[in-house]
């Protein structure tokens, strides 16, 4: 069983700026993942053509089951708003996480966090860049209860805040969410934390030790599959972990192989 995560940056290519729908089939694809978490993922957003990006890839991975979390109602880094239920946005560009799998899933469950109350200082690379004050968005994690070969899992997937301690504080919050859900668990996802602090804040075993950014020469670890150490007895091995450069986006995916 292959477990993959991905920061798709809504499924843009540095190299020319576009959102390819193809491009971006053929890079999904390429991860054969058996369970892929989404990050950056739009819905129905001018940039990225008014794609479902989510559905794109669970056609890509001939995968049955999927499911897009909004966290927002508009475009970050220019007009949103909080969503007020599950069901608002349709019919509006949404942006958040995504969740395909190909095994059955039995229920669904999303959890809201707060954006950080404060703006935070954040360097934008390029002309006209530097440090910037921005407003943090609200975040989402979206969950879902499998039945996989190795017997029920729950997975996860989310993208926690960029501002520095609201993030470890959404971290507990996402523990606590998903501890009341069926064990073993695990959370796969951009939590904006690197490697060391994501594990001492969860206590959660990682499943895979690689840097995922920036792409082109990856330095630090920001993608994360974390494993919930109650019940990981009956998780398979680890066999294999990979970070295979992409077409699209900032991020690697992450790839871990499990059995």
Partial sequence: MRLATFNLLHGRSLTDGLVDPDRLTAAVRALDADVLALQEVDRDQSRSGKLDLTAIAARALDAPEHRFAAAVVGTP???????????????????????VSRHPVRAWRVTRLRPAP???????????????????????????????????????????????????HQLR???????????????????????????????????GRRPTYPAAAPRVQLDHVLADRQAQR????????????????DHRPLLVDLG
């Fill in 118 to 168: 404060v703006r935070s200082p954040i360097y934008v690379p390029g002309p006209g860049g530097g440090l910037v004050l921005l407003r943090d968005e609200p975040r989402v994690v979206l969950a879902a209860a499998l039945d996989t070969p190795y017997g029920p899992l729950t997975v996860a997937a989310t993208h926690l805040s960029f501002v520095p301690g609201w993030n470890a």
């Fill in 77 to 99: 880094g220019e007009a949103f708003r909080p969503l007020t239920h599950d069901d608002d946005g349709h019919g509006e560009p949404c942006y958040g996480v995504g969740l």
């Fill in 173 to 207: 919050q996402v523990v606590r969410a998903l501890r009341t859900l069926p064990a073993p668990r695990i959370l796969l996802g951009d939590l904006n934390l690197p490697a060391g602090p994501a594990r001492l804040l969860t206590g959660w075993r990682p499943l």
């Fill in 234 to 249: 009956r998780l398979p091995p680890v066999t294999a972990v990979d970070t295979p450069l992409s077409t699209i986006s």
